[in-house]
Structure formats: C-alpha cells, structure tokens
C-alpha cells in the first residue's frame, strides 16, 4: 500500500520526497554493490596474472617424516649408489667416442646435427642429471669424491657447471618455492616478457641459458677451490681438443659437437621436459586456492614415470626425490612400492614432450605457473643473499629441515 501511495499521490510532497530518498538509497546500494564486485574482479584478474603466492610449508617436508612414521624401513634406502660413476663413465666415453666420429664432418651437415640431437643431446641431459644425482653425495661416499667425479662427468658438456650446480641445487631443495632463494624460478622479467605463445617457444628454445644464467642474477654463491678446479678442468679440455690434441682424434668440430649436445639438451628435445615438468602448475587452480589467506596447498611438484627416465636416473620420480633426496635413482622405485599410498595421489604428468607442447600452447599455462613463498628455506654454501633475504630466513627459521631428519 504504501508503494502504491508513493506512485499515485503525485500532489503529496512529502510522499515525493520519500520516494526520492528510497530512490537514492537504491542508488547509492548498487553503486556500492558495483563497486564491491568491480573491486573483487580486479583482484581476482591480479591473482590471475601473478604466481601462486602460498603461505603453507613446502610439502615434501611433511610428507618425508609422515613417509617415515609410517614406514621407517625406506631410511635404509639411503645412501650412495655405486652404479652410477659406471653409467656416468660409460656416457662420457660414448661421447667422446661420437666426437671422434664426427671431428671430420660439417657442423652444418644434417648428420651433424641430427647425431647431436639424437645421441649428443640425451648423453648430455644424462650427464646433467648425472651431476644432479652426484651434487647429493649420491656416487660415493666421500663428499670430495662426489665433488672431484662431477667435473669429469661435466667434461662432455664443455662448458664447467658442475661446482657452481651443487649449492644452487641444495638450496633449491630448502628453499621449495622461496622468492629470491630458490633459483629454479623464473624471475620477474622473465613472467613479463615472456608470457605468450612467442615467449614461451623462446624460452623452450633457449631454457639452457635461462637456467645456466639466472641463480647469478637472483644471489651469488663464494668461489671455492672446487670452482677454481671446475673452471680449470674444463677450459684445459676444451683448449686440448681444439690446438692440443692431434686431428687423428679430435679436432675444434669435435668440440662443437659437445657444445651443441649440451645447447639441445636444454632446448626442444624430449628429455629437456623435465625442467617445465617438475615444478610448474598444470592443474587447474580454483579462485579460492589462488588467494594464499585462505591456505589452500597448490601441487606444486609433478612426477612422471614414463620410459625416458631410464636415460635420466629416474629424475621423473620428482615428489619421490624432493621427499627424500638421499635416496639414489635407482631405489626412488622401491620408495614408490614402500609407500604408494602417499604418492598414487598426487597430479602427475605421463609425456614431456606433451609437457613442452602445452606449457607453449596452452593459455593457461605460462611462466607464472610456479608457487612462491615470501618466506622460508635457507642458503646452502653461503651465498650472498640481501639483508632482506637474511632476516626472513632468521624468521622462518623454522622452515628449514630438523637434525634428525634426512638430508641430502
């Protein structure tokens, strides 16, 4: 009655009067309520341009002592294996073997290329990996062992990684996602200039240099005697095969070879997937899991248990080798029996050369498909990290593993 008031008493001024004051009071309710959503879709569009921003622990950590409550017998598959300096020196000879073979033949030959593509590429990734494996004190026993059998197993690869390699990786192991520790992350400029499809095959194309040149920019870790050897070793080899050597058995397309095995490597080639494949976020993630104050865990390590991780030391068991990364390649199998129930779960991928197809197509999925914490993990070998980086490792202590826990 009273709407019907307002509407047919024209001449009742007062009524007119209300009705301008419930009008502007709608008014004013949905240009709040406007306000309100325009606010909540911006944010939620900056939540969709950004990383996944976490403030849970990295999981492997709690799954690594739940592993071992429920099945403490996986500890004894710690350890070195002593297959792999077998494997490593099997690699390196084959190597140097097609190096030979091909000392004499045009670099810009199609059997050039394709013997590196096919051969020299998948032996090199199998020395990344092999270097990957000894940087966790995984061939023998002895730490200076490991450190001195890494720079022989990065001999093929031509250019000297294996010292620097080590304590980037361990830290990338306690510092899970961490900004401005764990260097496996792309950096800023990378998310805003390579985000598109060109970006994406560019970055695809050319992810050795991006991984080989980016821990230099985010912090720098102390030069060591180690590195010096690296260094050392590695430039003399080179120098050998070119002016050194006789061209009977090797010559500078001997060294080409190696060095093109290792830029294929880490380009578009089957066994390069790995690197998208292990940390990237292919799920997709809900709005609510995209706002870190609601805590929501984000995947954020994918395994594969495809055939190409018999020539990668089963570097595709990736959940298995975060959980407990002084277990060798070859019991990373066994842990997965052990302990099915934990791992049956969990998102994982069953092609990388799929993986690198998606991750250039796919709108989805692009560079900012990595969870990132602000705070946590710590350095391992004394890095130059920023003052600011110091004091959230002192606050986040502790993140970081306990003493009784396995390490690498």
């Given at each position: ?403 009784d826990e396995i390490e690498a």
């Amino acid at each position: 009655m009273a709407a019907s008031a307002v509407t047919t008493a024209t001449t009742d001024s007062s009524s007119t009067q209300r009705k301008q004051q419930q009008n502007g009071k709608l008014d004013t309710s949905s240009s709040s309520s406007s306000s309100a959503s325009a606010g909540a879709g911006d944010q939620n569009d900056a939540l969709e341009k950004d990383f996944f921003w976490t403030y849970t622990e990295e999981p492997h950590r709690t799954r690594r002592m739940a592993i071992i409550k429920a099945h403490p017998e996986v500890t004894k598959l710690c350890g070195p294996e002593p297959l792999t300096k077998w494997v490593v020196l099997g690699v390196v000879s084959l190597q140097f073997l097609l190096a030979h073979l091909l000392r004499d033949t045009s670099f810009f030959s199609w059997k050039f290329w394709l013997t590196a593509y096919v051969f020299g590429a998948t032996c090199n990734q199998n020395l990344f990996l092999a270097i990957h494996e000894i940087s966790h004190n995984l061939a023998f026993r002895s730490p200076t062992a490991n450190r001195l059998f890494a720079i022989v197993a990065n001999l093929p690869i031509a250019v000297p990684y294996s010292a620097s390699f080590r304590p980037y990786h361990l830290t990338h192991h306690k510092s899970l996602g961490v900004d401005g520790l764990d260097t496996d992350l792309p950096t800023a400029f990378e998310a805003l200039f390579l985000d598109s499809i060109l970006g994406k095959a560019f970055f695809c194309t050319f992810q050795i240099f991006f991984y080989a040149l980016r821990p230099m920019a985010i912090y720098r870790v102390p030069f060591t005697w180690v590195h010096w050897l690296n260094l050392t070793i590695q430039l003399f080899f080179d120098y050998a095969i070119v002016f050194l050597l006789p061209d009977s058995l090797f010559t500078a397309n001997s060294l080409l070879y190696f060095l093109l095995s290792s830029f294929l490597a880490g380009s578009l080639h089957p066994t390069a997937g790995h690197f998208i494949a292990e940390h990237y976020v292919y799920e997709k993630i809900t709005p609510e899991a995209r706002n870190p104050d609601n805590k929501i865990p984000v995947p954020e390590t994918f395994s594969y248990y495809g055939p190409l991780n018999w020539v990668t030391y089963n570097v595709g068991l990736h959940n298995e080798h975060h959980d407990f990364p002084a277990i060798p390649w070859t019991r990373l199998p066994k842990l997965y029996e052990i302990a099915s129930e934990f791992y049956e779960g969990l998102p994982q991928h069953r092609s990388w050369t799929h993986v690198l197809w998606q991750f250039i197509f796919d709108e989805e999925i692009g560079m900012r498909c990595r969870v990132k914490r602000k705070v946590g993990g710590r350095v391992v070998g004394g890095g130059s990290v920023s003052a600011k980086q110091q004091q959230q490792q002192h606050q986040a202590k502790e993140a970081g593993w306990g003493d009784d826990e396995i390490e690498a």
